[in-house]
């Protein structure tokens, strides 16, 4: 039985409709109650058996069928949780890019942190966007979607850096803050593998 009979049987059984919005809801109540103490210091037991009521008072009306007609919960958690997989996963590939070019960016000694940030956000929307179907490129823009382009523009924007950082002057006292912060960025990331 291969991986994907394994998951069709599973979605059979309940998986989505039962067991996830379940581990889901008590989850979230568990970590709100050791968080916030709302019962008490040290009362995990308590906080436990609270989350476990109000996973099961979310799972059973469902599986029961008793919630009003478009207010099932489980469904609604259903049909909301792939779009904040979907946030999540861009919000964390713009702080990876944000990592990899080094939260503090100097050039010259002028911090373009914030404009680093925006660049990241702005390629990653545009990426997702498109992706998605939320919007098309312009027409004049579509070879920007194309693989062998992307890879021939990111080729020749890292051969630009490297001569710009080989043939700049050095000014008095600047600290080259940006290529630093990126090598050690980079250098850090290899070393964890």
Do not use: C
């Amino acid at each position: 039985m291969g991986f994907v009979e394994v998951l069709r049987t599973l979605e059979a059984q309940g998986i989505s409709d039962v067991l996830l919005p379940f581990i889901l809801i008590f989850t979230i109540v568990f970590a709100t109650l050791q968080k916030t103490k709302i019962l008490g210091d040290g009362k995990k037991n308590y906080n436990v058996v609270v989350s476990l009521v109000f996973g099961l008072g979310v799972v059973i009306p469902h599986v029961l069928g008793t919630y009003p007609r478009g207010a099932d919960i489980v469904d609604i958690i259903n049909q909301i949780l792939p779009e904040v997989s979907l946030a999540l996963v861009a919000i964390i590939m713009v702080l990876l890019m944000i990592g990899v070019w080094g939260a503090n960016v100097e050039i010259a000694g002028t911090s373009i942190g914030g404009w680093v940030a925006f660049f990241s956000f702005l390629f990653i929307f545009v990426l997702f966007g498109t992706a998605i179907g939320w919007f098309t490129l312009p027409g004049w823009l579509s070879w920007a979607v194309d693989p062998e382009t992307q890879s021939l523009i990111i080729v020749i924007l890292v051969f630009g850096l490297i001569i710009w950082y080989i043939t700049k002057e050095e000014t008095k006292g600047s600290t080259n803050g940006f290529f630093k912060r990126f090598g050690e960025n980079l250098g850090g990331m290899l070393k964890d593998k």
